[in-house]
Structure formats: structure tokens, C-alpha cells
């Protein structure tokens, strides 16, 4: 599967870290931990996910990708993309 | 012999030897081991997989399912190569397989007798009473009965190569319609690539008598081949397979040297192909169907397409007296040819309404039965053929030769790598692709297109798509004048009134019978179908049985075809060699291999390495005269701590953290304070994972207001540098913080003992490391050979410690000039053995304890867990499953007979307890023999540990020599109260 | 020839790994280098100094020549600006150069280096035989610096090795 990174262009997927759902945010209080640690939606369809070039740009890269076809829609910077 | 004295595409100047089953033969240059082998009228070349049945060659091609030999000897024997696939070569050496003693007279040919036993799923009914038969008396019976050909059991001698390809149109398979395709998007100059299993271009072009723009279709595939290669944007690979289709890419194996005697030298044997191309067309031609009648799969039987093959291409004539037994158009060209090549031909075609050829065909003295079928084949090799008439009569004919055309299966396999159903059409009576992977198309016969002139138009077609799909132009396709031949088969699944076996499975030995078995007792699902009765699950993937045997289940359940469904392919479409795809990732060179900057010096040392990650560290320094590992660490653990021992710490995880914001990224990465760190301090930290699981722990250096210096475990060097990229850019991007790993920039030395401090001053006379100058924690930077290095009062001895770096290109010379000061203070390199003994003497977490399950608290560092500020994992580490304090906690325990040696892992037991799951109270996390207190040691995890300091326990470990009676006591076991470290 | 390849460690310079801090753009930390400075993955010179592109915001900076103080005088002139760290151990840099140079980097990565697609002052950060490299187009010799860490540098000599012989089928 080809990644199209933001910043190196369409790369090999091996060269990334997948990590999971992005949606998720980290809550600011004392409430939330849980269901933002372990809790995730098991979605066919597009997801947005949060992978990591780790062998390219070493960039945490938000991902549009379908879980069934695989299609990715879009790619971008996390740090440019507010959850 | 069978050569025909004249035609072919053989090279009749360069003749070549070659012998299967130890006798000589001879072929030519462009015949393959089966060509060769019909020339040379060898008939019978294996038995069958279960009951042990004489098989002949089936196909010419790569769907053969029968000729599976051994190729070459030695270490590069390769089982179950297809004889229609290999390019014959001078000196080939070939076997049959499955077969003992010989290939005539096998003796396992007995199976046959036991065929009604051995019937579809035979295994699941049969070899179950007594249980305790099965290891000892079935399965080795099964296993030695069962099987085709054998390995070596020698390593691959072979090299194997790889590449990556980006192209803008790949082109999977150069027949006509391939051809047709690759020429039109190459003249409009897109790049391409066309990659072709076979020896050469051409496809079916090469063995049947077609004509193209008026010359025979030969020439024309050479004319079009050198246009392609005069085109610099045209890439045409032959003898390469595309075996399976991906996200976003392709994959094939070339056989780069595979038809030579030998590699020449560097020459790798075959080539991984990984090819990234928007778009691909599939023109990978169709399969021609056997047919199912009794002996269908007797020696002599071939497919039609074949045997013209055969009499076309190669020049060898399968059989003088043939049946042609056909369903389809293409079977009266195959009774042309063999008439031709001076061949006695009866046709028989099950449908009433003769094609155009039937005249030509009567002309050259061919008998045509219309209407008719054939029912049995009986001979080994083949000897005699029942027909039954139109009428109803009976006839036997002799033959030594059954051309069966039972029609066409579009090559479609790899369409369906990616979930593409292949949908049943009713017109063309066979599965069609329908939905496709993204960017790929069918095209020609694999489209359903089946005569040549639609199969050019098609694949022009398809070509013209492709560039107007890149490049937004309309090209006019290029037109070829060529026969639009009649090629329509009217299916007949299955032959009634036959006596003997029908196969539809040749290589698993599935007969009719078996799936209609299958249906009566319930598996009327195709996939259920295939796993019980084991259709299409041979190294053929099915390719010449899976339709007959879908149509034959079908019936048996009163569905259509199309109801019935079919199965999608898995690559590898064609076997793919392990070696291949290892490529040069083999043996040492399995995965890269990172070496410090001291290893060279280690390694004259006579040190002993071993592995940690990807790392070799060294692990001790054995002396002449040591008798063993234990007593070499022992040595340098006490050497250590009464002297001064010096340890290659560089392969910990070392980042810098710098910017305006790094201290306050750090306060929410570990759970103590480092913001409160002042500029020229070190102080230790543990990360937490988000879910309150200890992550990793380590030292991290202040050098100024905005710089720090973090590391990490060796293991988890990356992982945290991952973390610490996930919080500054995911989840606190407002911070103005960077983070670079910097591990490979320094290379770092321990150097422990009471006489550390003296040897260092010896060592940097420059350098004051006075205990004012630089107490415990404290760090420096200096110079050295005019580079910047750096002295950190650290210590994971417990001894009075320093860690010394410089630049990595200085560290050879470091450790040589450490050891030259060391020599008037007895310094003793020590290796990852005896830092992990002291560290155990010292209660030291490590890899052990941070095990992915434990909390900060259970290892006694639950107090430096800051309330003053968020943190990773802060949260969720209040859980109260992971805050109470009855969790198993770290403890130290010796044994009480001082004898006694304590291992890892054995369970902890409550005295007088049983040994249930209910009783288990915790377990030995790191075991060691200390030399400090002369006997073993351990750490643990302990219900309560914290609590039970001088209790006594049971340490539970059937496994590996029993029980031992042990105390619980502080985990810090040498110098509890720190004093030697503040030194 | 087209399996015509070189292949040379280069020594003698000086590494730095710059850092934007937050905020500051690229022609800011170009501004105070004296020299236009792109950020995205393609080489940027100025004399002896050239700044790669292997991230956003971030550089690897080359010195030709050895120069034990290049990453404190980046340092300081770059002080507020970006952080930087020396990596003048950190890699070994190779040169490859000739025809067969293309043919080994994309027999080794899965990147296209074709001359229309990847050219002089082309820069990429990927992975040849699990081994983190860092490849820089020189010219269209053509000639490239393969830098990788400095751990890894006997293994993916091995690998070069290995595929070189491979270069003439």
C-alpha cells in the first residue's frame, strides 16, 4: 500500500508506524481516560488514522483511508490537522 | 521419437542433452523439459498425489496439474517444478516424483485398490480409533504415503535479487491482446511495462497457424517486440510471472537465470519485481477446461490447445492415432493440426452443428462424429477410447492419444487477489471479471474476447483507454488484420454413463464422484466443497479444475453455476520460491546488524557478543585459563567493585530535547519533575504509556535552560522516540519544542568503582572530577582531541560511576586510551552479563520488570509520581485495579539454603500452599549469581511484596528442577543505604 | 556502461540536524545563513554548507570538510531561530556515483529514481534492506550521497555489495 506523506510523497507503507483511529482526543480534565484509551468505533468505511514515517520525515501523518478498499482520500500533518 | 523433421520454434543447430529418471535423451534449444519429453515419446513422468495414478503430461503450459518433476540435484533440487515451464538446457537432470520404486512399477499404486476408502474427506472419517494411534501409526503412514516431491533439506545455494518498477501502464501477459495494448500506450509515450511468464513473447500466437497484417502471427510478434524495444519508455520482461496483485502495487518473479546450466558469476538465479503502476491491464489469455470422463486422466490424455501446442511449437507429436474430444471450436483446430503432422484423427464432438472447418477436416481424412461423446479411456498409456454415438450405439476406437476441449476459463485469478467476485456469464458460460482492483482491466481472452481479431481490437482498446486515462489524449488505436475465428463451446460438464474414475481434480485426486459426495453430505457451499474434498487446493490453485468441479457441484445441488459461485484466487498465482522473496535477508544477513563504536577493540579482546535488538553488545571478556562464563562475570563484577571496570553503554536510546518548551514537554512525559532540573544535573525518569503501564526508564541531563538530553533503554529507543514525536506533534503541537535522536552521535563509556574518580583524573588531566567539581548527577561537557565531549556522574553499578561520551568516530580511540590510563588500576572491561548482575545487586529495574505490566508503584516508585503536574499515563494509573497496594511489588529474594541457584520465572508460592492458579502469589522476575554476597539472588513481583520483608516463601518451578525455599527481603541488596555511589 | 558505479565514503565533512522552532520559517533560518533555504525534501547549498530537507522544518546540514565546531556555530547563529544537534558521527555518508548508481538505489528503495522524477538536488529519506537512509541527488553523473546512521553502515555496505554484483543482469 502506497502512503501519499504530506512531505516526502507517495512511499511504501512499510516505511510507516500505524497506530490507530485519530479521532479520539485527549481530554483535558480528570474524566475520559478510559473510553480514550481503550474505547474505538470499528468502522468499514473511512477512517481517519494516525501513522508515522518513522524510516522517512519521522512526521506523525493523519490519513483518510477506507478499511475495506484501502482507497486513502487525503493525508495530512497532524500537527496541521486539529482532531 | 515424435519430431516432426521440419517446423517449430526449436533451434534444430543446437541440439541439447538432458535425462530424466536417469536415462540420456535429447531435445533442442526452445523445447521445454515437456516438449522434450513428448518427443522423445516418454509418456508416463509422475503418480498422482493420493492414489498413486500413472500421469502423463496434461497441458503445455503453466496450469499443468500432472508433470510436477524434480529439478537439477543437490542443493538446488526444486521439488514439483512444472516440466511445461522449464526451458530445456543442456544437461538438465530431471525425476519423477511420488513414486517408489520406481516410476513404472510404484508400489503405492496399492492406494488405488483402497479407493473407496480414500474417498473426499476420507481423512476426517477414517485414522481416528484409537486416539492413541495417531502419532504413532497414522500419521507417520500418511505422511510417507502421501506427498509429491521432496526437498533437499540442503540450504538454497541460490541469490536472489529485487527491484522496484514505476510505470505508468503495466501490461500482465504478451499475447495478442497484450501486445496489441503495450504497443499502443508505448508509441503514445507512456511508460510502460509488459511482463510475460513464458521463454519468449507471444502467448497462444506461437502455437497456433494464425496470420496477422499477412504474415504469420510469429513474425508478427517479432516485428512488434522490436518496435517495443526501440521504444526507450518500453520496458518488456520475459520469463517473468506476475503472481500477485496488491494495494497500490504488483508483484512478480523474473527468472533471470533458471534456463542456464549455472548463474555466471553475480548472476542471481531470479528477481523479485515489485512494480507500482496506476494502471494494469490483464491480458493473461483463458485456460482451456478438460474434459470429465472416465480415465481422463490416463497417460496420453492432454487438453486440446496442447497437443497443437505441442505439433506447432515444438515440433513433437503426442500421439499417431488421436481422439479429439471437444465442447468447443478451438478442439477442430487441434484435429487440423494433428492431421497435418501426419496423424490418424477421429473428432468427437458432443454438439450436432459442425463449424466451418468441418470440410477442411474431412479432406485431410479426419472422422467426425457429431453428437457424440466419449464415456471411457482406457490404457496405460492410453490404448483404447469408448464413444457413445449419436444414436445411442457404442464404439471403441484405438488411440494412443485423447485431445480433450472442453472450453475456455479466462485467466482471471489475479483479478480477484484484491476481493473482486468474479461474476458468471451466461453468454460466454464462464466467470468474467466484472468489478476489478483499482486501475486494472481484463483484456482479450481473460476478458471473454476469444477469437484473435477481437483479442487485437480489445487489447488496442484497452491501451487507448490507459493513455487517455494518463494524459487526457485521445490516440487512435492501431488496427491489425487478423481472423475473427469462430470460438464459441457449447460446456458439457460432466459425461454420464462413464464406468470408470472421471477426474476433475488431476493434481489432489478429486473424481466427480468426490464432489458429489461432498453434496450428499452437506457441504454444498463451494468454499465447504473445496476444503473437504481438497479441490483446488493443490499447487495449481485449480486452474484446469475449479469450473468442472463448481459445475459438477452445481448440479448435484440443483443451482445454476452462476448460484453456485466460484472461489478467488491467492497468490502467489503461480508457487513463488521462499528464497525469492528473503532476497539478500538471509542467514547473517537476516536483518541488519548495529555495532558500537568499541566492537573491533571488544572482539580483540576475545569478548563473546550477543544480541539486544538489532545491537551486538558485548557480554563478557573470558581470561585464559576461565573455565566457564560464570566465573569470567563473576570476576568482573568484583573486579568493579573493588577496582575500576569500564562497560560500552552506546547503545542506549539517546534524543535531544530542545527548545523553549522542552521542559515542560518532559514534565508531561515522565511522571516526576524536570523542569525543576537545574542546568548541569541529571536526574532519573520513567515514562508511563497512556493506560498507566510503566513504558520506559532513564537518565536525563540538563545542559541549559532550553536543552536537554534524554535516553532510554536500549529496546526502546525508538519507541520512545515515536512517543515523544506523538506528543509534540499530535498531541501538544502549541509547544515549541524539538526532538532528534542522537544516538548514533556519541559513543559512551561506563566506568565504575572506587577507583573510577582516580582513573579519569589519570585519564583527563584537564578535566577536574573532583567530587566538588562534579558531584553525584552531575554533568559536564569538555574538550577532547579538539571535539566536544561529555562526563556524566551517573551509575547503574551502585559503584562510583561515570559515563564518558564523544563523537562516535572518536570511540575506538576512547575505549583504547580509557584502558591505557585503566592499566596502572587493574580497569577490567566488563560486558552486558556482569552490568546485569550489579544492577540486580542494586534492585535496578530493568526489561524484566518493565514487562508491559507493571506500574510505577509495583516497582517502588510509586512516590515519584508528581501531583503537581499532568503526565502521560497519570490518569489512568489511578485506576484503583492499578493503585492497589496489594499488586504484586518488587522485592528481593535470596535463597535460604545459600546453595541453591534461584531462576527467572518461577512462581511464588505461599509455604504449605498448593501449587494452584489461586495460590500464585507472584514470580521471579531476574535471577543471578552474586559474587559481592557469594550466592544467588533475585528480584520479584510479590502480592504485598513491600510488606513481607523477611518472610519466608516458596519458589515454585516444576519445570526445572523443583522447589526452593527463599525470603523475601529488600531488593537492594549490596549497599542499601547508596553510600559508595555519593563516593 | 550502464553497471558503471563508485562508491566512496566521505570522511571529511561535518553534520548537523537543524530544527525550526515554532513559527520560524525556513527563509528566516535561510535569511541568517546567508542563503536561500527550502523547506521540503530537496538540497539547498551555499558554498560549502548544504542544507537537505528530510522533514518539515528540519535539515540535515552538510560541511565539506571536517569542522569540529560546525554544529555550535549553527548553534549560535541560529540561536531563537532552530535547535540543532552535531551529527557528525551520527551518519556515514557514501558516495555513489554512475549509471549503475541509479540501477542500485532502485534496486535498494522503493522510490522512483528516474531523471524525470528524481534529479539533481532531489533529496529522499526512506529505506533500503530495513536500513534508515537518507539520499541526496549531486548531479546527473549521476552522483548521490547515501548517508545512513553510523550502526548500520557495515550492514547496508553489505547489501551495496551484494546488489552491486547483481548490476550487469
Not at chain 2, 14 to 29: H, I, M, Q, V
Not at chain 2, 697 to 713: I, P
Request: proline residues 5%; contains cysteine; hydrophobic residues 40%.
Amino acid at each position: 500500500m502506497r502512503i501519499p506523506c504530506p512531505y516526502c510523497g507517495e512511499r511504501d507503507s512499510q516505511e510507516f508506524v500505524y497506530r490507530g483511529d485519530a479521532s479520539p482526543r485527549r481530554p483535558e480534565g480528570e474524566d475520559g481516560f478510559y473510553d480514550y484509551v481503550y474505547l474505538r468505533d470499528n468502522v468499514i468505511g473511512e477512517m481517519a488514522e494516525h501513522w508515522y514515517h518513522a524510516q522517512g520525515c519521522r512526521n506523525w501523518i493523519t490519513v483518510l483511508r477506507h478499511t475495506r478498499t484501502h482507497r486513502i482520500a487525503a493525508a495530512t500533518l497532524s500537527r496541521e490537522t486539529p482532531a | 521419437m515424435s519430431r516432426l523433421s521440419a517446423g517449430g520454434l526449436i533451434d534444430r543447430q543446437r541440439p541439447l542433452s538432458f535425462t530424466f529418471d536417469g536415462k540420456a535423451y535429447s531435445g533442442f534449444e526452445g523445447d521445454t523439459l515437456a516438449s522434450a519429453l513428448v518427443a522423445n515419446d516418454v509418456r508416463l513422468v509422475g503418480r498422482s498425489f493420493k492414489y498413486h495414478r500413472a500421469r502423463g503430461i496434461l497441458t503445455a503450459g503453466s496450469e499443468e496439474p500432472n508433470a510436477l518433476v524434480t529439478l537439477r540435484t543437490g542443493a538446488h533440487a526444486e521439488p514439483n517444478t512444472r516440466a511445461t515451464t522449464v526451458s530445456l538446457f543442456d544437461g538438465l537432470e530431471a525425476s519423477s516424483q511420488n513414486r517408489w520404486p520406481s516410476l513404472r512399477y510404484d508400489l503405492l499404486a496399492v492406494n488405488q485398490l483402497a479407493s473407496p476408502i480414500f474417498v473426499a474427506g476420507f481423512y476426517y472419517k477414517t485414522f481416528m480409533w484409537p486416539a492413541k494411534f495417531w502419532e504413532k501409526v497414522y500419521e507417520p503412514l500418511i505422511r510417507r504415503a502421501a506427498g509429491l516431491g521432496k526437498l533437499s533439506m540442503l540450504p538454497d545455494p541460490s541469490e536472489y535479487d529485487r527491484e522496484h518498477a514505476f510505470c505508468d501502464l503495466l501490461v500482465i501477459g504478451g499475447g495478442a491482446a497484450g501486445l496489441a495494448a503495450a504497443l499502443t500506450a508505448g508509441r503514445a509515450g507512456l511508460r510502460v511495462m509488459l511482463a510475460d511468464e513464458d521463454a519468449r513473447p507471444g502467448g497462444r500466437l506461437l502455437s497456433e497457424r494464425q496470420e496477422i497484417d499477412s504474415m504469420s502471427a510469429v513474425q508478427w510478434v517479432a516485428q512488434v517486440l522490436a518496435e517495443l524495444a526501440s521504444l526507450p519508455n518500453v520496458r518488456v520482461l520475459s520469463r517473468t510471472g506476475v503472481f500477485g496483485v496488491y494495494d497500490d502495487e504488483y508483484v512478480a518473479v523474473e527468472r533471470v537465470s533458471d534456463h542456464l546450466v549455472a548463474p555466471l558469476p553475480g548472476q542471481p538465479r531470479q528477481r523479485l519485481w515489485k512494480i507500482v503502476s496506476r494502471r494494469a491491464i490483464l491480458a493473461t489469455g483463458a485456460i482451456e477446461r478438460p474434459l470429465v470422463f472416465g480415465g481422463n486422466d490416463l497417460p496420453g490424455v492432454m487438453t486440446a490447445s496442447a497437443v497443437s501446442t505441442y505439433v506447432n511449437r515444438y515440433a513433437a507429436v503426442p500421439g499417431q492415432r488421436a481422439v479429439v474430444f471437444t465442447a468447443s471450436d478451438s478442439g477442430w483446430s487441434t484435429a487440423r493440426d494433428l492431421a497435418a503432422a501426419g496423424a490418424s484423427v477421429v473428432l468427437v464432438d458432443h454438439r450436432e452443428d459442425e463449424p466451418a472447418l468441418a470440410a477442411e477436416l474431412r479432406t485431410r481424412g479426419v472422422e467426425i462424429l457429431s453428437g457424440a461423446i466419449v464415456t471411457d479411456v482406457h490404457g496405460v498409456p492410453v490404448r483404447k477410447v469408448d464413444v457413445r454415438l449419436a444414436d445411442g450405439s457404442r464404439r471403441t476406437l484405438r488411440a494412443d492419444l485423447v485431445a480433450m476441449g472442453g472450453g475456455w476459463n479466462p485467466a482471471i485469478g489475479l483479478g480477484s487477489n484484491m476481493g473482486a467476485k468474479p461474476v458468471w456469464s451466461e453468454s460466454q458460460q464462464t466467470f468474467l471479471l466484472d468489478e476489478t482492483p483499482p486501475g486494472l482491466v481484463p483484456a482479450g481472452a481473460a476478458a471473454g474476447r476469444f477469437s484473435l481479431a477481437q483479442a487485437l481490437v480489445d487489447g488496442a482498446a484497452k491501451g487507448t483507454d490507459a493513455v487517455a486515462d494518463a494524459t487526457g489524449r485521445a490516440v487512435p488505436p492501431p488496427s491489425f488484420r487478423a481472423a475473427d475465428e469462430a470460438a464459441s463451446t457449447a460446456p458439457l460438464w460432466h459425461v454420464p454413463g462413464a464406468r470408470t474414475k472421471c477426474f476433475v481434480d488431476f493434481q489432489n485426486d478429486v473424481t466427480a464422484s468426490d464432489v458429489q459426495l461432498a453434496a450428499r453430505e452437506g457441504f454444498v457451499s463451494i468454499e465447504h466443497m473445496k476444503r473437504y474434498t481438497t479441490l483446488g487446493m493443490a499447487t495449481d490453485q485449480g486452474k484446469t479444475s475449479q469450473l468442472n468441479g463448481h459445475a459438477l457441484l452445481a448440479a448435484a445441488t440443483d443451482r445454476t453455476i452462476g448460484a453456485a459461485g466460484t472461489i478467488m484466487s491467492r497468490a502467489p498465482y503461480q508457487p513463488v520460491a521462499i528464497g525469492v522473496l528473503a532476497g539478500h535477508h538471509r542467514e547473517e544477513s537476516f536483518r541488519p546488524v548495529r555495532r558500537t563504536a568499541s566492537h573491533d577493540w571488544a572482539a580483540e579482546q576475545g569478548a563473546t557478543f550477543v544480541d539486544a535488538g538489532q545491537w551486538k553488545r558485548a557480554q563478557w571478556f573470558s581470561r585464559p585459563g576461565e573455565a566457564s562464563w560464570l566465573e569470567t562475570v563473576n570476576r568482573e563484577v568484583t573486579m568493579t567493585r573493588r577496582g575500576v571496570g569500564i562497560c560500552d553503554v552506546s547503545t542506549l536510546g539517546k534524543i535531544d530535547v530542545h527548545g523553549p518548551d522542552a521542559a515542560l514537554l518532559l514534565d508531561r512525559l515522565y511522571i516526576n519533575m524536570f523542569s525543576t532540573l537545574a542546568v548541569g544535573k541529571a536526574r532519573y525518569g520513567v515514562m508511563l504509556r497512556e493506560d498507566g503501564i510503566v513504558m520506559d526508564d532513564g537518565t536525563t541531563t540538563r545542559f541549559a535552560e532550553d536543552s536537554f538530553f534524554v535516553t532510554t533503554t536500549t529496546v526502546n529507543a525508538a519507541r520512545v522516540m515515536q512517543h515523544i514525536d506523538y506528543a509534540r506533534q499530535v498531541l501538544w503541537p502549541e509547544l515549541d519544542v524539538q526532538a532528534t535522536s542522537v544516538t548514533e552521535q556519541w559513543a559512551t563509556y561506563a566506568v565504575a568503582g572506587p577507583r573510577s574518580r582516580e582513573m579519569l583524573q589519570a585519564a583527563f588531566p584537564d578535566l577536574d572530577v573532583s567530587n566538588d567539581a562534579l558531584p553525584f548527577m552531575g554533568a559536564a561537557k569538555f574538550r577532547w582531541q579538539g571535539f566536544e565531549a561529555r562526563i556524566y556522574r551517573l551509575s547503574f553499578s551502585g559503584e562510583l560511576a561515570y559515563e564518558v561520551s564523544v563523537p562516535a568516530t572518536l570511540g575506538d580511540k576512547l575505549v583504547r586510551h580509557l584502558f591505557a590510563a585503566g592499566r596502572s588500576y587493574d580497569a577490567v572491561p566488563y560486558g552486558t552479563e556482569a552490568l546485569g548482575v550489579m544492577r540486580i545487586e542494586k534492585g535496578h529495574a530493568a526489561g524484566n520488570e518493565l514487562n508491559g505490566q507493571t506500574t510505577a508503584a509495583d516497582l517502588g516508585m510509586g512516590r515519584m509520581m508528581s501531583k503537581k503536574k499532568d503526565f502521560i499515563g497519570r490518569a489512568m494509573a489511578a485506576r484503583r485495579g492499578l493503585a492497589d497496594p496489594s499488586r504484586p511489588a518488587l522485592v528481593g529474594l535470596r535463597p535460604v539454603d545459600r546453595t541453591r541457584h534461584l531462576r527467572g520465572g518461577g512462581h511464588l508460592l505461599a509455604p504449605g500452599a498448593a501449587p494452584l492458579p489461586q495460590n500464585d502469589e507472584g514470580f521471579v522476575t531476574s535471577a543471578a549469581w552474586s559474587p559481592t554476597l557469594d550466592h544467588s539472588i533475585a528480584l520479584g513481583l510479590l502480592v504485598n511484596g513491600a510488606q513481607r520483608h523477611g518472610e519466608r516463601i516458596v519458589i515454585h518451578d516444576p519445570v526445572r528442577g523443583g522447589d526452593i525455599q527463599a525470603e523475601v527481603c529488600n531488593p537492594i541488596f549490596v549497599d542499601p543505604e547508596g553510600v559508595r555511589v555519593r563516593a | 556502461m550502464p553497471e558503471h558505479l563508485t562508491i566512496q565514503e566521505r570522511d571529511d565533512i561535518a553534520l548537523a540536524s537543524v530544527m525550526a522552532r515554532k513559527s520560524m520559517s525556513a527563509a528566516k533560518i535561510g535569511t541568517a545563513l546567508g542563503m536561500s533555504l527550502l523547506d521540503r525534501p530537496a538540497a539547498c547549498g551555499s558554498g560549502a554548507v548544504t542544507f537537505i530537507g528530510t522533514g518539515p522544518g528540519t535539515w540535515l546540514a552538510f560541511h565539506d570538510g571536517t569542522a569540529p565546531d560546525f554544529a555550535a556555530d549553527l548553534t549560535h547563529r541560529l540561536a531563537g531561530l532552530a535547535s540543532v544537534s552535531d551529527q557528525s558521527s551520527g551518519y556515514v555518508v557514501l558516495r555513489l556515483a554512475g549509471e549503475g548508481a541509479r540501477k542500485l538505489l532502485q534496486r535498494g528503495a522503493a522510490i522512483d529514481f528516474h531523471s524525470a522524477s528524481f534529479s539533481s538536488g532531489s533529496v529522499a529519506t526512506t529505506v533500503i534492506a530495513h536500513i534508515g537512509v537518507v539520499i541526496r541527488q549531486v548531479d546527473d553523473g549521476p552522483t548521490y550521497d547515501l548517508a545512513t546512521f553510523r550502526s548500520f553502515a557495515g550492514s547496508l555496505r553489505e547489501w551495496i555489495d551484494h546488489a552491486a554484483a547483481a548490476l550487469a543482469f
